[in-house]
Nanobody
């Protein structure tokens, strides 16, 4: 059974940093692309792709709003993917979800059709 568990969220001031973790079990991380999505407050069932790590060549993909501020990385030996978030802004507030897909193109380029989702971790950026 596949399980994806996010952690590391919490309250943070604007300009601050957080590091999110995505622990995956029940599948081999080196066979899956992993992405982070955000669901903003009030946006039910709408999740925006932020960062994606391809399993095929190790490439990382980012949406424009987080480029230069967020960094995705993976440790296949620990079956864990991380999202380092720096210079956080109030508009970064939301639920952060980790997703896995065996098709790196579909997940990292189209930001669509994850095979698996985690339950999410909340990030609140406020002064």
């Amino acid at each position: 059974q596949v399980q994806i568990v996010e952690s590391g969220g919490g309250p943070v001031h604007p300009g601050g940093s957080l590091r999110l973790s995505c622990a995956v079990s029940g599948l081999s991380l080196d066979a899956y692309a992993i992405a982070w999505f955000r669901q903003a407050p009030g946006q039910e069932n709408v999740r925006d792709g932020l960062a994606c790590s391809s399993n095929e060549d190790g490439s990382a993909f980012y949406t424009d709003s987080v480029k230069g501020r967020f960094t995705i990385s993976r440790d296949n030996a620990k079956n864990t993917v991380y999202l380092q978030m720096n210079n956080l802004k109030p508009e970064d507030t939301g639920g952060y979800y980790c997703a896995a897909n065996a098709n790196a193109f579909r997940l990292c380029t189209l930001w669509s059709s994850p095979d698996y989702w985690g339950q999410g971790t909340q990030v609140t950026v406020s002064s």
